[in-house]
Each structure stands twice: as structure tokens, then as C-alpha cells.
T-cell receptor, first 117, second 111 residues
């Protein structure tokens, strides 16, 4: 149980393109989902907390207009990288929790590798 | 510096040996978790230990927590080549609602 599906797994696109990444909880409802960015051989950097039915909470230094998050249902959150540039190239990972609360186990998608040319 | 920091940064062992990774943190926590990440994949939750627990086992995994030293260790016994991955500890701060991941230990198990 507690499967999170992330799509696409790999994207290559031209600079200036907007890219949408989907994160779905397949067998549970997720009020809260998280979006992370990970650089090679580094840890996860929390970008934002996605809340169903309300605005996402962004971490300091993350541009809201650049990284649009929509959590329209209890099973789907999307991250759109708008007007992507080479510096946005990274590994983006989403996660969801089954039980709300402090530091509860997170269930992760398999990530999206984004390469901007 | 970040809440959770692992050491060593990288560890290379032979199959069958035990692997020990450590995590230190700075503020009081509600619980501490360990995750595993295979290359190019998402993280997989391994084990959660609460602040009032000192040791926990799950299969070949043994986790200890010393709140007085603000540290935790993850022991993988009888390691296998398939254990090759990065291992992260994740903590919160009491009263906080964010999970903070450490820098990770990259484990390489040679067959």
C-alpha cells in the first residue's frame, strides 16, 4: 500500500518551455504532498508543501511564480516549472503522507529528471 | 548547518560485512527516520524511531537513538550487494512541521 506515482520520469526540453510534473497517490488520499529538488550526490531540498484545496506553502528562496503547485484533488498534486532555463535542470521528487502530523513517514514517487537545453 | 548530518559520507564494504551509518542532529526531536534511495529513484522509508525509544529492529536493520548525544545510528547486518544505495536520516524539530533530511551516506557493497 501507500504507492505514489510520479510522471514523467524524464523530461528534456528547450529553454523557455513550461514543464508539468504530476504526483499521484494511487491507493490512499493525501491531504498533504511535498515537492523536493535534489542535486547530484546531495540531499533533498524541500521546495514546497502542497495542501489539497489551498495554496501551497513555499520554502524561503523558492519562487512561487516559477514553480507553480496545484493540489486540486486528494490524489493529485502538480508542479509546473514555468519558462524553464538550464539552471532549473535537476531531479524533482514528490512525496505524500498517509498520516498527518510531525515528521510522519513519507511515501515517495520515483522522481522526475528534468534537463533543460 | 542542517538538522541531520550523516557520517561517513561514503562507505565501501564487502558483501557479508556490517555497515554502520551515523546521524547527528542539533535540536530536540519528536522522532527520527531512516530512508534509502537507490540511484535515480525516490526514497523508501526504512524505519522510524520515536524520541522515547532507544533501539529498534527491522529485519537486518538496527537503529539506535541517543537523545542525550543527539545522535542515531543505522546498522545493516550481513550486507548484500543490493544494499548499495544512499541512506538518509530525517528529523523534525519539536513543535516543527517540516521533515529535514541529512546529507546522506552513500553505501557501496562489493560482491
Amino acid at each position: 500500500g501507500a504507492v505514489v506515482s510520479q510522471h514523467p520520469s524524464w523530461v528534456i526540453c528547450k529553454s523557455g518551455t513550461s514543464v508539468k510534473i504530476e504526483c499521484r497517490s494511487l491507493d490512499f488520499q493525501a491531504t498533504t504532498m511535498f515537492w523536493y529538488r535534489q542535486f547530484p550526490k546531495q540531499s533533498l531540498m524541500l521546495m514546497a508543501t502542497s495542501n489539497e484545496g489551498s495554496k501551497a506553502t513555499y520554502e524561503q528562496g523558492v519562487e512561487k511564480d516559477k514553480f507553480l503547485i496545484n493540489h486540486a484533488s486528494l490524489t493529485l498534486s502538480t508542479l509546473t516549472v514555468t519558462s524553464a532555463h538550464p539552471e532549473d535542470s535537476s531531479f524533482y521528487i514528490c512525496s505524500a503522507v498517509v498520516v498527518e502530523g510531525n515528521n510522519q513517514p513519507q511515501h515517495f514517487g520515483d522522481g522526475t529528471r528534468l534537463s533543460i537545453l | 548547518s542542517q538538522q541531520g548530518e550523516e557520517d561517513p559520507q561514503a562507505l565501501s564494504i564487502q558483501e557479508g560485512e556490517n555497515a554502520t551509518m551515523n546521524c547527528s542532529y542539533k535540536t530536540s526531536i519528536n522522532n527520527l527516520q531512516w530512508y534509502r534511495q537507490n540511484s535515480g529513484r525516490g526514497l523508501v522509508h526504512l524505519i522510524l524511531i520515536r524520541s522515547n525509544e532507544r533501539e529498534k529492529h527491522s529485519g537486518r536493520l538496527r537503529v539506535t537513538l541517543d537523545t542525550s548525544k543527539k545522535s542515531s545510528s543505522l546498522l545493516i547486518t550481513a550486507s548484500r550487494a543490493a544494499d548499495t544505495a544512499s541512506y538518509f536520516c530525517a528529523t523534525d524539530a519539536t513543535g516543527g512541521f517540516k521533515t529535514i533530511f541529512g546529507a546522506g551516506t552513500r553505501l557501496f557493497v562489493k560482491a
